[in-house]
């Protein structure tokens, strides 16, 4: 009986609403930390798993070896390899698709990766407007990696003391 | 027998068994390297030392003997340390290269060092190099890799029949090498890839294409001789990716021929014909299969409604017994009885006098036992490239192999007696045998009156040149040095004997041998479905025309199947010309093919990858397999294309859903084999000799051609098979003949000649071959460079071209 009294007053009075409002205007003068996206970014790990990216080394040369170790890895079976023997006798894809629509980013291929040709970037806002836009191919994927080379280095570098 | 405990359980074994013997009968694993089951042992690997009880050291499991009591621990600390320093050892040069080695995945040192290894390695010093060896077409090499456990060593020399490897150097230098400057070029070689336990030596047209962990294996049956081995076909999407062989102790015990390996090579070549095609005033237009069907319908409707035995159908007998068989079935809703499938026969006058379906007279695995055998016509090693070496087993077993040829060559094992002649004197060789053997006490009197009337006036030569005394002693047992008096003996007729003008002879005096000592007698038949076809019926009518006939006159339409006419046909000159002179030639055909060029309609059909069926080999076994991948482009199955023929020409009995109602009309409903093993029977209504033989005949003094298969022309597909084709066994063609035979012409070696038979010629090159013999000479067949020659064995004529002075 008391408590019915005590719950109609709280109503009456609109406790509930003031501290609602209380804790909206807490934040209104309190520090902004909207990021304005894309001018602004949050900062990334290096270790941050975004588009791949087949590296080559400085030479010019691609590093894959087409040992397909990642695409048997894939959990998603993301990634489509094709190889043969290139005319100097090595051995080299012909073929290297990633599905992004498939993938999703677990790093296992990089990890996989004897000679640190596939990666994962930090980049991370890409996009397609048709869903074949997604299918990346060996061109795009060293696009990428001659790209970000300087900045691919620095993070593995940076965290090869942990690996 | 001894009784020994491996790892506390306790086994019986054989008396002078190894111990890795034992163990592996029990599923006991011991890590191996050089130990083959099928090879000596060499123990040089040491991979599998064990425990054995009272021994102060490891011993090597694969060469220990047991001995009654022995106790042996192979996961004891002490073993296992044993196996693990020996593991250490063998990657201290090896590389660092599983990514890019195609062996990764299906390596045994893989495998091995993930049980054995250590996770990392104590050496610091330079790894070793080793530069590869070139050793052919087929197999490539990264010997850094080797671990010179010789297992190809030791599969060449006792296998193959020539130590084309070796090891030379010691210790940190020992490397396999191939002799200076030559390949390996054995025709059994690619098991070496199999047999390798590393990645060290690899198939070269397979190189970095797949990894054995994307491949799909399905089953299959190799589509290229008698044998019918077992085969795995590795697939990749719709792509068969390389040919592997299975394991069948009765067939092919664990290896395969390198045609059977390599032929795959040809399954998507740009040769393949993927859509149907008419020719319409003479060119070839591609369209659908309802019209290219009713085209070839109307066609063949046409003729036949004028007169059936205006058809004459053509059947590879590399076909399945399915295809076949339909192919027959169709001839004979069209009132045709005009089918043959023995396309390079000629001699046909031992038709109905046979008994039953020929075969080889005894099963594969006979061979390796038996202890006496006289080969006739065949140059082994081409035809049968697998079975001689079931025969090389019973020659280094004590067998005596006596043969008869009109080719020298050597077929890789010591060959007791021989008889080297024309074609034409083989008959009369053979006579000589018989007579020799006829005339044995022992014999007197139990050869039947029409035989030895037949025989009566033969001589037997003696001298250098005639061995017809001593390969009767032989095969009956009561040669020099008796050591039997009635061995296991075997008379065997190859493709030459089959493909010869005068085999109704040849076979009969064969049989009548075989029977006067009582060995086994048979034919190595020469296509896959050989004998399936055979049993099919897939013959002609009793009055109807065969093979040869067909094409001698020419009939009005033809149907093809599977058959490229002047490259699988008997005379090539012939068969192009019955085809140009047809109105229609309906072919069902792999490929697109320059022999073709005639005919009227080409069905794409589906390569034995790509079709379900069944083929009866030369023992008489029947297996049936499945498409390993999807038909390419518009192609379908023979048998269906067959089926829907039938159809549209409303022949009854053709609603077919698959290829097993196919065969169970064939079988009737019965046991296949146990139908086959009735029906295969190899002797002749004793009519056969009488009525057939012309023995005595002089041999008349002219040039003859030997006209032989080459290993890799043999059919459709191995023709197109690139790297077979750069192998060491597609030899140049030209004119070869015997060094005296040339100087007697006068010609030159190089020197330019044309050759001509019948109406045809060609111009060749003259070279010396001292294996072919004086009065003949060797130019290949079922090539299209010699498609204007006739018979492939028969008179020839030959003159010099002669250089006009300028
Ligand atoms: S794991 Fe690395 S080297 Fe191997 S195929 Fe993938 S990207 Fe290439
Ligand atoms: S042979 Fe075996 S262990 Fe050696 S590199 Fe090749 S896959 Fe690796
Ligand atoms: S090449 Fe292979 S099979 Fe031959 S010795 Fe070396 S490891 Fe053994
Ligand atoms: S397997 Fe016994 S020593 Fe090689």
């Known amino acids: 009986m008391f408590n019915r009294i005590k719950d109609v007053l709280r109503s009456l009075m609109l406790v509930e609403l003031l501290k609602g409002m209380m804790l909206t205007g807490r934040y209104l003068f309190a520090r902004k930390i909207t990021v304005q996206y894309p001018e602004e970014r949050t900062p990334q790990s290096g270790r941050f798993r975004g588009l791949h990216a087949l590296r080559l080394y400085p030479n010019g040369e691609e590093r894959c070896i087409a040992c397909k170790l990642c695409e048997a890895v894939c959990p998603a079976l993301a990634i489509t390899i094709e190889s043969e023997q290139r005319d100097d006798g090595t051995r080299r894809t012909t073929r290297y698709d990633i599905d992004l629509t498939k993938c999703i980013f677990c790093g296992f291929c990089e990890e996989s990766c004897p000679v640190d040709s596939i990666v994962e970037t930090r980049v991370l806002d890409y996009h397609g407007e048709k869903r074949g836009d997604l299918l990346y191919t060996k061109p795009m994927l060293l696009e990428m990696g001659r790209k970000y080379e300087t900045q691919i280095a620095t993070d593995r570098t940076a965290d090869a003391k942990f690996r | ?806």
């Open chain 2, 1 to 806: 027998m001894p009784t020994i405990e491996i790892d506390d359980k306790v086994i019986e074994v054989k008396a002078g068994s190894t111990i890795i013997e034992a163990a592996d009968s029990m599923g006991i694993p011991i890590p191996r390297f050089c130990y083959h089951k099928k090879l000596s042992v060499a123990a040089n690997c040491r991979m599998c030392l064990v425990q054995v009880e009272k021994m102060g050291k490891p011993l090597p499991a694969c060469a220990t003997p047991v001995t009654d009591g022995m106790k042996v621990f192979t996961r004891s600390q002490f073993a296992v340390k044993a196996q693990k320093s020996v593991m250490e050892f063998l990657l201290i040069n090896h590389p660092l290269d599983c990514p890019i080695c195609d062996q990764g995945g299906e390596c045994e040192l893989q495998d091995i060092a993930v049980g054995y290894g250590a996770s990392g390695s104590r050496y610091t010093e330079e790894k070793r190099v080793v530069l590869n060896k070139n050793i052919g077409p087929l197999i490539s090499t990264d010997m850094t890799r080797c671990i010179q456990c010789t297992r190809c060593v030791r599969f060449l020399k006792e296998v193959g029949g020539m130590m084309e490897l070796g090891m030379v150097g010691r210790g940190e230098h020992a490397e396999i090498t191939a002799y200076v400057d030559k390949s390996v070029d054995s025709e059994l070689s690619g098991n070496i890839i199999d047999l390798c336990p590393v990645g060290a030596l690899t198939s070269k047209p397979f190189r970095y294409s797949a990894r054995t962990w994307e491949l799909i294996r399905r089953h299959s049956i190799a589509p290229h001789d008698g044998l019918g081995s077992p085969i795995e076909m590795h697939v990749k999407g719709n792509t068969v990716m390389r040919v592997l062989p299975r394991e069948d102790e009765a067939i092919n015990e664990c290896w395969i021929s390198d045609r059977d390996r390599y032929s795959y090579e040809a399954l998507n070549s740009a040769d393949r014909l993927t859509t149907p095609m008419i020719k319409d005033n003479g060119v070839w237009v591609e369209t659908d299969w309802q019209s290219a069907l009713e085209f070839a319908a109307t066609r063949l409707n046409d003729i036949a409604r004028n007169n059936p035995q205006d058809i004459g159908v053509l059947v590879s007998p590399n076909s399945t017994m399915e295809e076949a068989y339909l192919a027959k079935k169709l001839a004979q809703g069209l009132g045709c009885g005009n089918v043959d499938h023995r396309l390079r026969q000629s001699d046909f006058r031992l038709d109905s006098k046979h008994i039953g379906t020929v075969w080889m007279g005894c099963n594969i695995s006979d061979v390796q036992s038996m202890e006496r055998v006289l080969v006739i016509g065949s140059n082994l090693r081409n035809e049968h490239p697998l079975l001689t070496h079931r025969l090389r087993k019973a020659v280094k077993a004590g067998a005596e192999l006596s043969l008869l040829n009109p080719i020298d060559d050597d077929p890789l094992m010591p060959v007791a007696h021989k008889t080297i002649c024309a074609p034409d004197a083989m008959v009369n060789a053979l006579a000589q045998i018989l007579k020799a053997m006829s005339v044995m006490p022992r014999y007197a009197g139990h050869l039947s009156p029409a035989v030895s009337n037949l025989i009566d006036k033969v001589k037997v030569q003696s001298g250098p040149q005639s061995s017809a005394q001593a390969i009767a002693e032989s095969l009956s047992g009561s040669s020099a040095s008796v050591d039997l008096v009635a061995p296991r003996a075997a008379v065997l007729l190859g493709n030459i004997a089959v493909h010869h003008p005068r085999y109704a002879e040849i076979y009969s005096l064969g049989e009548a041998i075989a029977e006067l000592c009582g060995a086994s007698f048979g034919v190595l038949s020469e296509a896959a479905n050989s004998v399936g076809a055979d049993f099919a019926q897939v013959l002609p009518n009793a009055d109807a025309m065969n093979a040869r006939t067909m094409l001698e006159s020419p009939r009005k339409g033809y149907l093809l199947v599977n058959v490229e006419p002047e490259l699988d046909c008997h005379n090539a000159h012939l068969a192009a010309k019955a085809m140009a002179e047809a109105e229609c030639v309906v072919a069902l055909t792999v490929f697109k093919s320059e022999a073709l060029r005639d005919a009227d309609v080409l069905l794409p059909i589906a390569p034995f990858s790509e079709t379900s069926g069944t083929f009866m080999n030369m023992e008489g076994r029947v297996q049936t397999f499945s498409a390993a991948v999807k038909p390419l482009g518009e192609c379908r199955p023979a048998w269906k294309v067959l089926r829907v023929l039938g159809n549209v020409l409303n022949i009854p009995g053709f609603d077919f859903d698959s290829s097993e109602q196919v065969s169970r009309e064939i079988f009737g409903g019965e046991d296949p084999s146990q139908l086959a093993s009735n029906r295969l029977n190899n002797h002749l209504y004793d009519s056969g000799v009488r009525d057939a033989a012309r023995v005595n005949d002089e041999t008349p003094n002219i040039l003859q051609r030997i006209g032989e298969i080459s290993l890799y022309q043999a059919d459709a597909l191995v023709r197109r098979a690139a790297p077979l084709q750069k192998t060491k066994y597609a030899v140049p063609l030209a004119a070869y003949m015997h060094h005296a035979q040339l100087a007697q012409l006068g010609f030159q070696a190089g020197g330019a000649v044309t050759v001509s038979q019948g109406n045809g010629s060609v111009s060749l090159m003259a070279q010396i071959d001292d294996h072919v013999p004086i009065g003949c000479i060797r130019i290949a067949a079922a090539l299209k460079e010699t498609a204007a020659l006739g018979d492939m064995f028969g008179p020839l004529e030959i003159k010099a071209v002669e250089i006009k002075a300028a």
